[in-house]
């Protein structure tokens, strides 16, 4: 684990732009530099930062090189997609606001190529949910919950409020997304985007609580949309507080500035730090980031170690629980069959 957690640091140092992290990588370690930003949805960005240095093997940079131009032209393609689900939503008075990468990819990143983007998230007022999924399903989509899929075309999850899991504490008002709302354009198509308050909520909820820290892609949103705006912080406190998701935002925050150096101001750390913030869990939940490089965690909730009074010894014991797999979570790490004995060598 040592070992990962070393690697862990170094493809950070990497997104900092911080070559010197780099010069004496054996051909192993760029090999699982590059497995892990594939992973991570961020190998566009690995690429941008060392296609200019002398020391990387051939293939780890055709590899990369690959993954860059694939996402490029993926991208271009989701957009056309996007634009024309956003002209039907339009053509049928329905509002919409861009969520998540597909905003992101747009605005706080460099290029359209370095954001990798899944589903199409998009979100529309309660009232038009009905309406929506029928014009979706008028397209050929077919539903499952709040997701449509369709043969050959991008996933589209549709949202009214901000969704993660049916136990979610967050007490999110849609309300006041839609009244804080504004324009944006994605290709040539207007459309409604989040506040800057509002968008770095979402990011910072959907990176500590819906995807348990499990992806660095997510804490690079944060990163970049601090950088790209002027945020409010008293309102997106304010927010967190009113939606019962302070702790989870200030989590978020807190890594994001210590793993990437997101330009999170020292006084806001200490003005919205809660009571009962541990600083010792932090230092085990970045160990446990750093081991996610080469996995993905398990289903239960790291930012709910923040938001549930436990004590101390059983806080560790989810983290334990959660670092030391079991032979059948090993199994389908790497691809064993689940009673080959081989799986006790992992």
């Known amino acids: 684990m040592a070992d990962q957690i070393m690697l862990a640091k170094k493809l950070t140092g990497l997104l900092l732009n911080n070559a010197q992290e ?9 090999d699982v530099l590059l497995r892990s930003a594939i992973k991570h949805g961020i190998a566009a960005l690995l690429y941008k930062r060392v296609k200019n240095l002398d020391n990387i093997p051939k293939d780890i940079l055709a590899a990369l090189s690959k993954a860059y131009y694939t996402n490029l032209l993926r991208n271009f393609s989701y957009y056309q997609e996007l634009s024309e689900i956003i002209k039907q939503l339009h053509e049928n008075e329905i509002e919409v606001i861009v969520l998540k990468g597909a905003y992101l990819a747009k605005t706080v990143y460099e290029s359209d190529a370095l954001r990798f983007i899944g589903d199409m998230d998009l979100m529309v007022k309660s009232a038009d949910l009905s309406k929506t999924q029928n014009l979706l399903l008028q397209l050929g989509y077919k539903q499952n919950l709040t997701d449509f899929k369709k043969q050959g075309a991008f996933n589209i999850d549709l949202h009214w409020n901000f969704h993660f899991t049916p136990d979610t504490p967050f007490k999110i008002n849609p309300e006041m997304l839609w009244q804080a709302a504004q324009p944006c354009t994605i290709g040539n198509i207007k459309a409604q985007c989040l506040s800057p308050e509002d968008l770095l909520f979402h990011a910072c909820s959907h990176a500590a609580y819906a995807n348990n820290f499990g992806s660095m892609r997510f ?12 945020i409010d912080w008293n309102l997106l406190f304010k927010r967190a507080s009113e939606w019962k998701a302070e702790k989870v935002v200030y989590l978020a925050l807190y890594i994001a500035k ?29 160990e446990i980031i750093s081991f996610n490089i080469n996995y993905q965690l398990s289903s239960i909730n790291l930012a709910t170690l923040w938001m549930i009074n436990k004590p101390l010894r059983e806080k560790l014991s989810i983290i334990i629980n959660r670092t030391l797999l079991s032979p059948k979570s090993l199994a389908a790490l790497y691809n064993l069959p689940t009673n080959s004995w081989r799986v006790y060598f992992y």
């Open 219 to 230: 804490l690079y949103d944060i990163q970049k949309t601090i950088a790209y705006y002027e």
């Open 22 to 30: 780099f010069k004496n990588l054996s051909y192993m370690e760029w």
């Open 258 to 286: 210590d793993c990437l150096a997101a330009e999170v101001p020292d006084k806001v750390l200490n003005e919205f730090k809660p009571k009962d913030f541990n600083l010792e869990l932090v230092t085990i939940t970045k």
